[in-house]
């Protein structure tokens, strides 16, 4: 069985169908990453199955079970699967630390004393054990964006979704937040990300799946995506951005 599936989920914002009858199957410890063009609902999708957005119609099942069905409490589903979105969305009058500390807290009852040496371990694991302290704008954006990977981690995920998390950085930067990923990866995270990052996609994905037009065109290994692609959409997109 699947860590995640979904099922013909479908999403539109009045006359404007973003996803299309989506099919995707994501087992546990599996890196995901989706590409395609802008507005080909990368990002709804990410949004629908951290239920950020309510479907249209579909399923979504995590461990076997819907989790898309109408009146459930989203807020145990989220707990289960983070989301890291572009914008680092710290606020600014807290601390780093605070900011981590900030949901387990509120959802989970947990006492700042309980969560002082897992949350110092995170920032430790991710090379900002020096920056508790700090306030976001004290921060660099590659900082603020492995705060704000921190913070997801600090609910103990099953799966952590990863929305063009390296759009807003300096070139210079995204190296930095992308080794983060690696290291999740390599201890068995389950990983579904929004890319324009190609190169990396090619070498740390289990598996890519290509969307236009809301809706999966071609998905498989790296290398059959980027080396041998079967649809004409896919080409068209990869000779673009490759």
């Not at 951290?50 to 109408?70: A, F, H, K, R, W």
């Not at 063009?164 to 068995?188: F, K, N, Y």
Request: glycine share 10%.
């Amino acid at each position: 069985m699947a860590k995640l599936e979904l099922r013909g989920v479908a999403k539109a914002f009045g006359d404007n169908a973003v996803c299309r009858g989506i099919d995707l199957s994501v087992e546990e410890g599996q890196m995901v990453c989706l590409i395609g063009p802008s507005g080909s609902g990368k990002s709804t999708l990410l949004r629908c199955i951290n239920l950020l957005e309510p479907i249209d119609d579909g399923e979504i099942m995590l461990d076997g079970e819907d989790i898309s069905v109408p009146g459930l409490d989203p807020q145990p589903v989220r707990a289960r699967i983070g989301i890291v979105f572009q914008s680092f969305n710290l606020f600014p009058h807290m601390t780093a630390a605070e900011n981590v500390m900030l949901a387990p807290r509120r959802v989970h009852g947990k006492s700042r004393e309980a969560l002082a040496a897992p949350v110092r371990a995170l920032f430790q694991r991710f090379g900002l054990g020096d920056k508790m302290g700090h306030y976001p704008d004290q921060l660099s954006g590659g900082q603020q964006q492995r705060v704000a990977i921190i913070r997801a981690l600090a609910m103990s995920p099953e799966i952590m979704l990863f929305d063009e998390i390296t759009s807003a950085l300096d070139p210079e930067l995204v190296g930095e937040v992308l080794d983060v990923l690696r290291q999740l990866r390599g201890e068995g995270m389950t990983m579904v990300l929004a890319t324009h990052e190609m190169a990396f996609a090619r070498e740390v994905a289990d598996k890519v799946c290509f969307l236009d037009g809301g809706m999966i065109v071609e998905e498989g290994p790296p290398a059959t995506i980027f080396s041998t692609p079967q649809e004409p959409r896919t080409k068209a997109f990869l000779k673009r951005v490759v």
